[in-house]
């Protein structure tokens, strides 16, 4: 009869590729919205404003400019968060990316960019589920 029980050290292997994945993805949700959060101050990437849907400053009647200096510092609060906390902060930038989205799909032209932001929207519930991994075999559950 065949055990079928996994052998330690594919049971380890995966464990590190697991680790890694959980890594990469943390690394990037971490340095990405804080990123485009501090471009949000300066546009040396892009004029952020014209992504902004005018049904945004109609609900809060400020600047398109002064909308996305305080989108710029959620971004920076949640990059950090994904760094302090993964599992709580990755669920945030899931939160934030579905806003985005909704954002983008009321501009015309930038359907592309709201798919683009759907795949990320998936990676940071990918981020999650590795975290909640994580914290289970750290014996944390926040």
Known sequence: ????????LA???????????????????TIAPIAFGIDKFTNFLV???????PLATQIVPISPQSFMYGV??????????????PRIGSLVVAAWLA???????LVPGF??????????????LALNRLASGQD???????
């Open 136 to 142: 289970r075999q750290r014996g944390r559950t926040s």
């Open 99 to 105: 806003g985005i989205i909704v954002n983008l799909l």
């Open 111 to 124: 359907f592309d960019v709201a798919l683009r932001d759907f795949g990320l929207l998936v990676g940071a």
């Open 1 to 8: 009869m065949l055990d079928h029980q996994p052998q330690p």
């Open 47 to 53: 004029d952020w404003t014209s992504y902004l849907a």
């Open 11 to 29: 049971r380890e292997a995966r464990h590190h590729e697991t680790h890694q994945a959980f890594l990469l993805l943390r690394t990037v949700f």
């Open 72 to 85: 710029g510092v959620v971004e920076i609060l949640a990059g950090l968060l994904v760094a302090w906390r």
